[in-house]
């Protein structure tokens, strides 16, 4: 069996797929110039050791509020996206219908279909109803600012309009850090957050 293109088509999530050198930068200026909806896009990061990190759009908003406009600039691979759940080539000994089976019956794990090795289609059964009122008001475009300008002059006129957020352990307000296992932490007195 296989995972059919007609699966593929009706099936896979609208993504937007970058490699792990590039920046949220350049994922945003991409979903902009799309015009896809950050509620319905999935950035897909291709690693060097042909692994697969995820996230929706939306959702990488709780990124750049800890770690604060830097995280714009760093490589995709230094954030902390989700590893996908599986990696399965089209021609797998699975047919469409039980992977898409498999991905209905496992929420928020994220398969990646690769075609000759390259990221091809992105299915992942979001199941988010629960999680409404992690929703904001603002909008990802929105938090980053003028990030349309970027294009033109690198970070000359960027003003985020993200703020820091407060640690929880010393109270100072402080963009975070990650550490090595992903994790942040409090620059001030590096408890984790
Ligand atoms: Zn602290």
Redesign the pocket.
Known sequence: MSVRKRTIEEHGKRTISLQGNQTLTEALQALQNLQYSENDTYLVVTLSDEKYHVMLFADLKAILKKLGPDSLTQPLSSLPLAPVSRIVPTETTESGGDLLAWVASHPQAPVVVTDAGKFAALFINPNRSGEAGLADNLSLLGLQGELVQLSQDHRADYVPKVQPPT?P??H?ANFYRLNEAMQFF?P??K?LV
């Open positions: 640690c352990h010393c100072q409090c001030n007195c408890g």
